[in-house]
């Protein structure tokens, strides 16, 4: 318990500038677990002219919740009989007419791109038909799709040396399945990979959201993270962005995810900068998020999926930032 409430004293204390490191601004890479599994994908959808490839564990297709709560709960999330996926005919067309409208990139980026998806056998939060939906949009644009679902995870990050068991679904949502997700699904999007590193060589760094929004407005938590290897300090290298889940940002299981999802020891020997951003929970009127979710339904405003979007502005702009000299 001290050392927990210590973790929350060290994430309140004042965090630095995000630093510029001369990053590789083009072939971005992004993964995310559950809400951020949509928000990976949102991400890729409307930025893909610099966002090479996406992973997504228990993620859906781009826009399914187009905009409503319910939909987000009901037909994205656990779709029945009255709650059915939205048709891929009518989100890939609403895809289309976004990018005709510039307001993401333009579809026609999607095609070629490794995507790699995964769906846990025990995850009852997240249904499998919904992972299917979202390999069905990508394939749909001719992406590189890779779908792994034959593992008995719960709904939750998936590696194979930490966490809880691994049918699990409960805080912090990291569950050992003797499977290493975060290799895996790097290894899709990047192509052969050297060892990953026996312990973490490299620097997690602390910054300040308020830097790129105002972030309690947008539930973003004032205190982002990025992991950087020593061999990054120089510039040149790749980022990867990795998006917590519900209830998984900082303010929630301190840095257990941020230490324990799987990408750092693969980022030490890859050269490759790992991007941390942070929800956090919000009970304002105009953003209601009481699980620190990212917003894959509309709660930041009607523009959440666009590159005009709230959150994926503030996302965007630390890529920036991190590519800059």
Not at 74 to 98: E, F, H, I, V
Not at 102 to 115: E, H, K, S, T, W
Not at 222 to 240: I, L, N, S
Request: aromatic share 10%; net charge neutral.
């Amino acid at each position: 318990m001290m050392r927990w409430l210590l973790c929350l004293f060290c994430l309140a204390a004042h965090a630095d500038p995000l630093p510029a490191l001369r990053a590789q601004a083009e072939g971005v890479t992004v993964s995310g677990v559950s809400s951020g599994g949509f928000m990976a994908v949102q991400l890729h959808v409307a930025h893909s002219a610099s966002v090479s490839g996406a992973g997504a564990i228990a993620g859906g297709p781009y826009y399914c919740a187009q905009g409503s709560l319910f939909a987000a709960m009901y037909n994205c999330m656990a779709p029945g009989w009255w709650t059915p996926l939205p048709p891929l005919q009518l989100l890939k067309a609403r895809t289309d007419s976004l990018s005709e409208a510039r307001r993401i990139d333009p579809a026609r980026g999607l095609a070629g791109a490794p995507v790699w998806l995964f769906s846990g056998t025990n995850d009852h939060a997240v249904k499998p038909e919904v992972v299917q939906a979202l390999r069905a949009y990508y394939t749909a644009y001719r992406a590189k799709v890779e779908l792994v679902a034959d593992k008995p995870a719960g709904h939750a990050m998936v590696t194979d040396d930490r966490g809880g068991p691994c049918a699990h679904t409960e805080a912090p949502f990291i569950v050992d399945c003797d499977y290493d997700a975060a290799g895996a699904l790097l290894a899709h999007l990047l192509g052969k990979l050297e060892p990953r590193a026996r312990s973490e060589t490299g620097k997690l760094l602390r910054f300040d959201q308020n830097d790129y929004a105002e972030a309690k407005a947008i539930s973003l938590d004032e205190t982002g993270f990025v992991y950087v290897p020593a061999a990054c300090t120089g510039g040149g290298c790749r980022v990867h962005v990795a998006f917590h889940g519900c209830r998984q940002g900082a303010s929630e299981v301190g840095e257990r995810f941020v230490r324990d999802a799987g990408y750092n020891r693969w980022a030490d020997t890859n050269r490759l900068i790992v991007l941390y951003p942070q929800a956090i929970k919000r009970y304002s009127f105009f953003t209601f998020n009481p699980r620190g979710c990212w917003d894959w339904w509309g709660y930041t405003g009607a523009d959440y999926a666009t590159r005009s979007g709230a959150q994926m502005r503030a996302v965007k702009a630390m890529l920036e930032r991190l590519s800059a000299s």
